[in-house]
């Protein structure tokens, strides 16, 4: 079975960074896409970045310039470098993938950044 456990969520302030990580099992993971979500209290869940099997990316305009998402296909791991962190970031993030046309979901890692 498909699991995805992530990690590196944590409170840092207004202008800091950080590397949030995501470890990926029971897939072939280098063949498909691997997405970080994020959700805030109340709202819906938001795609932030998204990685193809080619290692092209594609991000949220509220995040292009500041984070860089990665992965690393020996080790089956998923990774979000967050730079330049704005309180608007603060949410639980979520590592997401489709895979045999269902979707999972890891268990969420919070990010808070303060003013």
């Known amino acids: 079975q498909v699991r995805l456990v992530e990690s590196g969520g944590g409170s840092v302030q207004f202008g800091g960074s950080l590397r949030l990580s995501c470890a990926a099992s029971g897939m072939n993971f280098r063949l498909y896409s691997m997405d970080w979500y994020r959700q805030t209290p109340g709202n819906q869940r938001e795609l932030v970045a998204r990685i193809f099997s080619s290692g092209d990316t594609n991000y949220a305009d509220s995040v292009t310039g500041r984070f860089t998402i990665s992965r690393d296909n020996v080790r089956n791991r998923l990774f979000l470098q967050m730079s330049s962190l704005k309180p608007e970031d603060t949410a639980v993030y979520y590592c997401?993938?489709?895979?045999?046309?269902?979707?999972?979901w890891g268990q969420g890692t919070q990010v808070t950044v303060s003013s």
């Open positions: 997401h993938t489709k895979y045999r046309e269902m979707a999972f």
